[in-house]
């Protein structure tokens, strides 16, 4: 093995997708089990298939390299030929930043193009929807990823603010030499353990792009996350009622070393009823088999383990609607859980009380509702 330093982007052309994620998992603590990728005639197909997506500049764009971009300044919708120029130009007449500058048109057209992929127009038509999906499918590279998990992340969208996506530059120190622009470790950090914690992010808010669109001058809400009970590996039993298995999403990881066993446990979920992710493997081995679920989702969380026998209940933050299961030892077999709108008793531990993790102040953020010009 040869250690070296180079640039971030260099990981995927040394050693494609699995380097790249092993790089990104080794720096931010992220834990990653599913890879996309989609090329550039892909990305100009999904425009298409969207009917363009709005940009808005405050001048012309025109590039050292791919010549004019934007004919005109002003708010704009672009087609996919235009849109793959937008977000890969890098030698603009009118920036000074560089790269910088680069980041910032495509955190910005990202998030017009999620505006888009969440709206009714969209959502709502099932035609236009599938044409999109089909464009990415025929035009992206996957791993650990099926069309049915697709299916299931547009599902997921539905109820999706543009104001909770928020994009973040990685902080990063003064340009060596090379040129180079080594990260602030202490403050990178920082920011992804706030990831991890499901803390808020900078302008993160609840309302959604036409919301601040149509009130430019309303400052946005920043959400405050509730924090969990104090005391430290506290531990609560409470009386939850289930519901039916149709209306939950279980993700099944093995945390053991026999093979197949997340497999086997998601085949019997199935045949219960429930929604069944594609299992994967726990990156660590647990004692016992544990429910993970977030705050809200109870009735869902005690309904898979109803059908775990005696497993273990821990309540944690970030994994939204879905109810993850990481098999342990101890796992035989699922049960038949409780019909819908029975009493179970469950008893539920809960993490250590922790205030947010405090970020540095010079982030540089991007919030999907904001439609601002740039």
């Not at 959400?223 to 969990?228: A, L, V």
């Amino acid at each position: 093995m040869v250690y070296t330093e180079t640039k971030l982007n260099s990981a995927f052309s040394f050693g494609g997708p699995k380097c790249l994620v092993k790089v990104i998992q080794k720096l931010s603590g992220l834990s990653i089990n599913r890879f996309i990728a989609i090329d550039f005639v892909g990305f100009a197909r999904m425009v298409e298939a969207l009917g363009g997506v709005e940009v808005c500049s405050t001048t012309a764009l025109r590039d050292y390299e791919l010549g004019t971009v934007l004919e005109h300044a002003g708010r704009q919708i672009i087609d996919g030929p235009t849109a793959l120029n937008y977000v890969r130009a890098r030698q603009v007449t009118t920036e000074s930043n560089g790269d910088y500058g680069r980041i910032k048109r495509q955190q910005l057209f990202l998030s017009s193009l999620l505006r888009s992929l969440i709206s009714e127009d969209t959502l709502m038509n099932l035609n236009k929807l599938n044409n999109v999906v089909n464009m990415f499918i025929g035009n992206s590279y996957v791993d650990n990823v099926k069309t049915k998990d697709l299916v299931q992340l547009g599902q997921s969208l539905q109820h999706m603010a543009a104001g909770h996506v928020t994009f973040v530059t990685v902080p990063t120190g003064v340009t060596d030499q090379n040129g180079d622009e080594p990260p602030r470790t202490a403050d990178m950090k920082a920011l992804f353990a706030a990831i991890i914690n499901d803390d808020p992010l900078p302008l993160e808010n609840d309302h959604n792009a036409q919301t601040l669109g149509n009130s430019p001058t309303t400052a946005p809400t920043t959400t405050k996350k509730t924090p969990p009970p104090n005391g430290t590996g506290e531990v609560q039993r409470e009386q939850v009622i289930t519901t039916s298995p149709q209306e939950i999403t279980v993700q099944v990881s093995n945390g053991t070393s026999t093979a197949g066993l997340a497999t086997t446990a998601a085949n019997q979920l199935k045949r219960n009823g429930f929604n069944v992710m594609t299992p994967d493997d726990y990156p660590s081995s647990l004692k016992a088999t544990t429910v993970f679920f977030s705050p809200g989702n109870e009735q869902a969380a005690a309904t898979v383990a109803a059908a775990f026998g005696n497993s273990k209940v821990e309540r944690v933050t970030g994994i939204g609607h879905v109810v993850q299961v990481v098999l342990g030892p101890d796992f035989s077999s699922v049960t038949t859980p409780p019909p819908s709108g029975s009493s179970v008793s469950m008893q539920i531990n809960r993490n250590s009380s922790t205030p947010p993790t405090k970020l540095p102040e010079d982030l540089t953020v991007t919030n999907a509702a904001d439609t601002t010009c740039e």
